[in-house]
Nanobody, 123 residues
Framework: VQLQESGPGLVKPSQTLSLTCTVS??????????WSWIRQPPGKGLEWIGT???????YYDPSLKSRTSISRDTAKNQFTLQLTSVTPEDTAVYYC????????????????WGQGTQVIVSS
């Protein structure tokens, strides 16, 4: 399985960041995969943003939930992150990842990663 992030590298404050993860080698609807967005701000650790399940349902980090939406296009085998009202604090390397689970929860977290894409929020 391979994951590849794509999207703009520069976003202005107050705009919406939109990133797409294209998955090859397996279907995003396959049981029981969980597809996530994770970021790493400069000088900080990894931050989980949110996850969309194989079923299509999603859940988010509470601190970002009001600004975050993860959706998918099953025909293109892609899932997309939208983060609204961005500020310079949203500057980070953004990763998409796959986790494996059972029908209820993740059992093998982040067993596949994309290479990451740098996003800078600046006017």
């Amino acid at each position: 399985v391979q994951l590849q992030e794509s999207g703009p590298g520069l976003v202005k404050p107050s705009q919406t960041l939109s990133l797409t993860c294209t998955v090859s080698g397996d279907s995003i609807t396959t049981n029981y995969y969980f597809w996530s967005w994770i970021r790493q701000p400069p000088g900080k650790g990894l931050e989980w943003i949110g996850t969309i399940r194989y079923s299509g349902s999603s859940y988010y980090d509470p601190s970002l939930k009001s600004r975050t939406s993860i959706s998918r296009d099953t025909a293109k085998n892609q899932f997309t992150l939208q983060l609204t009202s961005v500020t310079p604090e949203d500057t980070a390397v953004y990763y998409c990842s796959r986790s494996t689970g059972n029908g209820t929860y993740i059992t093998v977290p982040n067993d596949r990663w994309g290479q990451g894409t740098q996003v800078i929020v600046s006017s």
